[in-house]
Each structure stands twice: as C-alpha cells, then as structure tokens.
C-alpha cells in the first residue's frame, strides 16, 4: 500500500485562559480533541464547520505552525513535532499554506517576486536569475503575467492577490497545501475564479488539499472527502455527496438546513431548525452536540459516542444517527 500522504492521529489542542480571578485555576480550551484521519496522495479532504469548531486550529496543527498538546501529525512518515528547526524547514519543500485573507497575508512593502520566492529562498539557494524564471512560471501558471513580478500587492485585485498567495504556495511544487477558507474573503464573482483554478491546478501538478471552510459548496467542488467538525472533534465524515444527499448525525443536517435556498413559494430564502434544547446544560463527558440534539436522549448526556463506521467510507458519532434525505440545494 502507498504510504499515506498525512496521517493525523488522536490530536489534541489546548489553550490556558487568563486566571479569572487571583487564586482560581486558568480555564483551559480543548480548541480540537482526538481528532485522526489519513490523507493519501490526490485524494483531498475538506473540513467543514461553524466558527469555532477548530477547524483553523487543526490547519495550523497540520502546518507545524503550532504543536499539539497530544498525539501525533505525520507527513510522508514524519512525526512534525519531533523534527527540529532545520529539519522542518527542509520538510516544508512537501506541504505550504495558503491563508484566508489575500489583503493581510501579502506584504505590501515586497514586490511579488520577493513575495511569491520567499518559500523558496527559505529551502535553497539559486541564482537570481533562476529564481526569477521559477517565479515567473508559477506567476504564469496562476494565469498572472510575468511582468507583474516587478509590482506590489496594492496594484491588484483580492482575487488577483489570492492567486498570488497560491503561487507562493505552489513555488516549491508541493505534495499537500492547507487552504483555510481560500475564497471567503472575495467576492462571489471571484470566488468560482479561484475555485477554478485550484481545480485547474490539482489536475496540473498532482496536489492534494486539505481545505479549510465553513461554505458547503466551496468544498463540495474541490473534495473528494468531508468531514465536519463540532466543538473540536469530528462528528461525521464521508464523500460530499454521502454527505450531501444522506447525513447522519443531526449537526450536520442543521448545516445542510441553514445554506440559504429559494423558498418554493416565496415566502424566505432559507430555512434553520431551532429547538429548546439550546439551554440545557452540557457534560463534560455528554455528547458535545447533546444541549443542541432535537433528538437527543439520557444516554447522549451521559455518554460520548465515537466516530464509527455507519456504512462503508461513512463515519459517524452519534448515538442515534439519522437515515433519509438531506439535500443540500
């Protein structure tokens, strides 16, 4: 079998709040807990969920950006954490980031060729004039002229400026790019663009994307698998159209039910369900969902289900996962 490209296994991140009061104990926030998936070479994967579900703390998990507090995340075989500083700049050559905000991930004081060289210069040393013919080739391949290299950020578009961003990812011909929420900061007209374009290039150069998103359609394009995130852990994973067309664990139907839709008879553009559950008190060893579950029930306060096949390639945690149509559109 083909090694897998990451491996993410039982991954925990925490962060200690400011004492609230002198001699209190600091509050932790379990910002994700135990999550694990394996992610082979042209097979990406997208992770959805509300704001707050840890799905950009996971992103920066994966990117070495920050080590976790538990388990282990692992690109071609290698434990991130353990590699030191010199290893992990060699290891950054396989895996780059593009970021949500083109506007703020961009430093307007550089020119695009020091912007887009930057990973580059960080893993070797080359002539300029070879730096600059693989800075063109890459400005070009995002469908950016080569004469925009000499330019500065503020001379472009937002989406311009992403397709900037994913050029810098791509300088170094990556096997895997963390894109965290790559097109919610443009506007929908530009949005299909780099959607396109991320398509175009996955087919062109062979990468693999872990996505990043909280918008169903964006990944729905890109994936070829989901998972869905809930107060740090996931919930529910399959295909987009497993997902899509048949969900099981009532969180994500409550997702699928908020994408804002034509209302048949004109009456509103979408729909959300709301229980009385949303007051109820949650344990800590309850389901995470259960204050939220119109279905919940006594065990799902008193036990954490785990994440478990339903049916093949459809992974589910939940105690009584749902059967039926869950159209998204």
Same mark, same amino acid.
């Given at each position: 079998?083909?090694?897998?490209?990451?491996q993410?296994?039982?991954?925990?991140?925490?962060?200690?709040?400011?004492?609230?009061?002198?001699?209190?104990?600091?509050?932790?926030?379990?910002?994700?807990q135990?999550?694990?998936?394996?992610?082979?070479?042209?097979?990406?994967?997208?992770?959805?969920?509300?704001?707050?579900?840890?799905?950009?703390?996971?992103?920066?998990?994966?990117?070495?950006?920050?080590?976790?507090?538990?388990?282990?995340v692992?690109?071609?075989?290698?434990?991130?954490?353990?590699?030191?500083?010199?290893d992990l700049?060699a290891?950054?050559?396989?895996?780059?980031?593009?970021?949500?905000?083109?506007?703020?991930?961009?430093?307007?004081?550089?020119?695009?060729?020091?912007?887009?060289?930057?990973?580059?210069?960080?893993?070797?040393?080359?002539?300029?004039?070879?730096?600059?013919?693989?800075?063109?080739?890459v400005?070009? @391949? *995002?469908?950016? =002229?080569?004469?925009?290299?000499?330019?500065? +950020?503020?001379?472009?578009?937002?989406?311009?400026? $992403?397709? %900037?961003?994913?050029?810098?990812?791509?300088?170094?011909?990556?096997?895997?790019?963390?894109?965290?929420?790559?097109?919610?900061?443009?506007?929908?007209s530009?949005?299909?663009q780099?959607?396109?374009?991320?398509?175009?290039?996955?087919?062109?150069?062979?990468?693999?994307?872990?996505?990043?998103?909280?918008?169903l359609?964006?990944?729905?394009?890109?994936?070829?698998?989901?998972?869905?995130?809930?107060?740090?852990r996931?919930?529910?994973?399959?295909?987009?159209?497993?997902?899509?067309?048949?969900?099981?664990?009532?969180?994500?139907?409550?997702?699928?039910?908020?994408?804002?839709?034509?209302?048949?008879?004109?009456?509103?553009?979408?729909?959300?369900?709301?229980? @009385? *559950?949303l007051? =109820?008190?949650?344990?800590?060893?309850?389901? +995470?969902?259960?204050?939220?579950?119109?279905n919940? $029930?006594? %065990?799902?306060?008193?036990?954490?289900?785990?994440?478990?096949?339903?049916?093949?390639g459809?992974?589910?945690?939940?105690?009584?996962?749902?059967?039926?149509?869950?159209?998204?559109?």
């Amino acid at each position: 079998m083909n090694e897998p490209l990451l491996q993410v296994r039982q991954v925990s991140r925490s962060y200690t709040l400011p004492r609230e009061s002198l001699l209190g104990k600091p509050p932790l926030v379990h910002a994700v807990q135990g999550v694990s998936f394996t992610l082979h070479s042209g097979a990406s994967l997208g992770i959805v969920g509300e704001s707050g579900s840890g799905k950009s703390t996971l992103a920066r998990l994966v990117m070495a950006l920050e080590p976790p507090s538990t388990g282990q995340v692992n690109i071609l075989g290698r434990d991130m954490a353990t590699l030191g500083a010199a290893d992990l700049r060699a290891a950054r050559r396989d895996f780059q980031m593009v970021f949500q905000d083109p506007y703020g991930s961009l430093d307007p004081r550089q020119t695009v060729q020091r912007i887009v060289t930057e990973p580059l210069d960080a893993q070797q040393r080359c002539a300029p004039a070879e730096r600059r013919r693989q800075a063109q080739d890459v400005l070009e @391949s *995002v469908g950016l =002229r080569a004469t925009d290299l000499d330019k500065y +950020p503020h001379e472009f578009s937002g989406g311009q400026r $992403q397709r %900037i961003a994913i050029a810098r990812a791509l300088i170094t011909r990556p096997r895997l790019i963390v894109a965290d929420e790559p097109v919610s900061a443009l506007d929908v007209s530009v949005q299909a663009q780099v959607l396109n374009l991320m398509q175009d290039l996955q087919a062109q150069f062979g990468v693999t994307y872990l996505l990043i998103s909280h918008d169903l359609a964006v990944v729905d394009h890109l994936c070829a698998e989901v998972a869905v995130m809930f107060q740090g852990r996931i919930v529910e994973q399959g295909t987009p159209e497993t997902l899509f067309c048949n969900a099981a664990h009532p969180y994500t139907r409550a997702l699928l039910e908020a994408v804002p839709r034509m209302d048949p008879q004109g009456v509103g553009t979408s729909r959300r369900r709301t229980t @009385s *559950v949303l007051a =109820r008190p949650q344990r800590a060893e309850a389901c +995470p969902y259960a204050h939220r579950c119109p279905n919940a $029930q006594s %065990i799902c306060d008193a036990s954490r289900p785990e994440l478990l096949a339903l049916t093949t390639g459809h992974l589910v945690a939940c105690h009584f996962p749902q059967n039926g149509s869950s159209k998204m559109m």
